[in-house]
């Protein structure tokens, strides 16, 4: 079968996007959410489908085990932007879930978010990821991933990051307006990757405690260890195989798993240039990224 071409990157009201997460707009931004669902919100690269599979065990994990055998994550927590013909609307899927709460995932900056979720005061789980692991993850995964607009090389790549020239804007404005939002709306609960590398159990306790779940020490356990890498790397319902516009022989969705990887890719002189160029993007000391663990 014969892969569409690449699209393009274009200005959407201020934030770089490409048609895949724009053609549906209006649904998109009509959406209905309903008070119980749960929004994962994040920059791409940032975790998203670990803490998605996660919050889908904990909820439906005991309660329909054969879910997690037939059905893929993404259809089970729907990506709400997604408009890729042939593949599902990710609104429609969203529609048709029959499942309650309803997870749904989202890239979208914060200004951008249906304003039926604030209105009916969902529960978000917001994940973020040290910039330097975020950018090399998804360098690897726009190379893989026929999604994505085309990809030069690797410090274009990173220079297009910090100049925002990435799907879903900057990241630096991304993570901060996230946090800003934070600070007014309760319902809002930001995690880090680099917490959930360095202690999965804690956080899961984290998100049983927010959520009001109250798993036994052995479902827990259960969810930890199928949360593993190794685990989702083989899980076919986890590990994106099944979309055959993401090339995993280029590079795996899951690829490594791992904080730091990113002194295997930068320079010395790119990462000085990048941290000088944090200095001046980062607009609130109380959120800290750790690079390594
Ligand atoms: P790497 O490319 O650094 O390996 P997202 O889900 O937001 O697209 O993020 C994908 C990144 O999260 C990839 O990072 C992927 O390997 C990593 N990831 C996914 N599941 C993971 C897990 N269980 N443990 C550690 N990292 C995981």
């Known amino acids: 079968m014969e892969l569409p071409t690449r699209p393009t990157l274009f200005d959407f009201h201020g934030v770089s996007m490409t048609k895949y997460f724009t053609d ?3 649904n998109i931004q009509n959406f209905e959410a309903r008070p119980d669902d749960i929004l994962i919100a994040s920059y791409p690269k940032s975790g998203t489908t670990w803490v998605c599979y996660m919050l889908d065990l904990l909820y439906f994990g005991n309660m329909c085990p054969e879910r997690q055998t037939s059905v893929p994550l993404h259809e089970r927590v729907p990506f709400l932007e997604i408009c890729a013909p042939p593949r599902p609307k990710g609104t429609d899927l969203a529609d048709q879930l029959s499942t309650s709460p309803r997870l749904i995932k989202t890239h979208l900056p914060v200004q951008f978010v249906p304003k039926s979720f604030w209105e009916q005061r969902c529960r978000i789980v ?13 360098y690897h995964f726009a190379r893989m991933n026929g999604d994505h607009p085309e990809v030069g090389d690797w410090s274009t790549f990173l220079q297009d990051f910090m100049e925002a020239k990435m799907v879903f804007g900057s990241w630096y404005e991304h993570v901060n307006n996230w946090w800003e939002k934070k600070q007014t709306y309760s319902k809002l609960h930001y995690m880090f990757y680099e917490d ?8 899961i306790d984290r998100l049983c405690s927010i959520f009001g779940l109250s798993p036994s020490a052995e479902e827990k356990e259960k969810v930890r260890a199928a949360v593993m890498f190794d685990n989702m790397k083989q899980d076919k319902m986890a590990n994106f195989s099944t979309i055959h ?3 995993q022989d280029v590079s795996p969705f899951m ?3 791992k904080v730091a990887d990113w002194k295997n890719h930068f320079t010395v002189s790119q990462n000085e240039h990048f941290d000088e160029d944090y200095k001046q993007k980062m607009k609130y000391p109380e959120l800290r990224f750790r690079t390594e663990i």
């Open 255 to 257: 690829r490594k798993g």
């Open 196 to 203: 959930l590398s360095e202690n999965s159990g804690r956080e």
């Open 126 to 138: 917001y994940v973020a990821r040290n910039p330097k692991d975020n950018v090399v993850s998804y």
């Open 245 to 247: 516009i993401m090339k």
């Open 24 to 26: 549906n707009w209006e």
